[in-house]
C-alpha cells in the first residue's frame, strides 16, 4: 500500500509517541520527523535552491534530488523545474507526498530510476550519511550524457549539527531538544518532552554520526565515478560547505535503455 495521501505526523503525534512509549527507539529520522521538519532554517530550501540551479545549465529541466527528506529543497526546485526526490526513510517523505511532490522510496546511493535526468543534486543531510563517493556514483548513473551532478557536502559537522538547545511547542505538547556534536563528529540529541494537560514527562536520546569530506575528497570522489569539467568550491554564505559539480561526459555512449521513465510511486 502506497503512503502517497496519508498525511504526514505531526508535532503532537511525535511527542505522544514518546511519552507513550519512551523506552522504544525514537529518532529525527522515524518517530521525531516532525521535529527535524521544524528545525529547517526559514529560507533554507530557498538558498539550497539557488547554490544548485546557479550551477545547472541553461538546458536542465528533469532533476533528481537524492535524499530529499522532509521536501524542503525539492519544493523550492519543483518552482522552477520538473523534480523528483527520493529517499529511504519512510516518515520523511509523507512530507513531500503530501504536497504532490513526485517522490520514490529508494535507497539514495541506488536510486530507483532511469538514467534520463538533465541534472541530480544532493545536499548536506544526504551527504552527511553516505560517502561521497557513493552519491557521485549514484547520480552519475541516473543523468542522461551530458547531465550536471551538483552536490553540498559538509566539511565541518556543525554545518549539519551545530551544538545548541532549542525548545518547539504546540498547544499541548512542549519538547527541548539538546545538541551535542562532539570533536570526532558524534552527534549526541536529547528530547524531553512534557505534556501540559497531564504533567507527565519522557525524555529519549538519539546518537548519530556526521560524515564530512574536504575539496579535495569531493573532487576526487566526483573524478573516481567518472565526472568530468569538476569544479569545487567552498561558499561564503554557507561555512562548513563544499559544493561541487561535474559533468557525466557525453561521448560515453550512455547506457542503451533513455527511455521515459515512468511515474514514481511511493513504495511500501
Known amino acids: 500500500m502506497s503512503d502517497r495521501g496519508r498525511r504526514p505526523p505531526t508535532f503532537a503525534d511525535a511527542c505522544e509517541a514518546v511519552l507513550s512509549n519512551p523506552g522504544d527507539d525514537h529518532g529525527a529520522e522515524t518517530t521525531l520527523a516532525p521535529v527535524h521538519a521544524r528545525s529547517i532554517p526559514d529560507g533554507w530550501g530557498e538558498r539550497r535552491k539557488r547554490l544548485v540551479a546557479s550551477r545547472f545549465s541553461a538546458d536542465v529541466d528533469r532533476v533528481l534530488e537524492l535524499g530529499c527528506g522532509v521536501g524542503a529543497l525539492l519544493r523550492e526546485l519543483g518552482t522552477e523545474y520538473d523534480v523528483v526526490g527520493v529517499d529511504s526513510r519512510r516518515e520523511y517523505l509523507r512530507f513531500p507526498a503530501a504536497r504532490g511532490a513526485a517522490v520514490v522510496r529508494g535507497d539514495p546511493t541506488r536510486p530507483p530510476v532511469r538514467p534520463v535526468f538533465d541534472g541530480v543534486c544532493a545536499v548536506e543531510d544526504v551527504a552527511s550519511n553516505v560517502p561521497s563517493v557513493d552519491l557521485c556514483v549514484a547520480a552519475y548513473g541516473a543523468l542522461r550524457p551530458g547531465g550536471i551532478f551538483v552536490v553540498a557536502a559538509p566539511t565541518d559537522p556543525t554545518a549539519v549539527l551545530d551544538s545548541s538547545v532549542e525548545t518547539y511547542s504546540g498547544s499541548r505538547y512542549l519538547l527541548e531538544r539538546a545538541v551535542d556534536v562532539a570533536a570526532d ?55 562548513g560547505i563544499v559544493v561541487g559539480a561535474g559533468v557525466r561526459p557525453v561521448d560515453t555512449g550512455g547506457p542503451a535503455d533513455v527511455g521515459t521513465a515512468g511515474p514514481p510511486v511511493l513504495d511500501e
Open 185 to 239: 563528529g558524534v552527534a549526541t540529541i536529547d528530547y524531553r518532552i512534557s505534556d501540559r494537560r497531564t504533567g507527565k514527562t519522557a525524555v529519549t536520546t538519539e546518537k548519530r554520526a556526521v560524515h564530512t569530506t574536504s575539496a579535495d575528497g569531493l573532487t576526487a570522489a566526483l573524478r573516481t565515478a567518472g565526472f568530468e569539467n569538476v569544479l569545487v568550491a567552498g561558499e561564503s554564505d554557507v561555512p
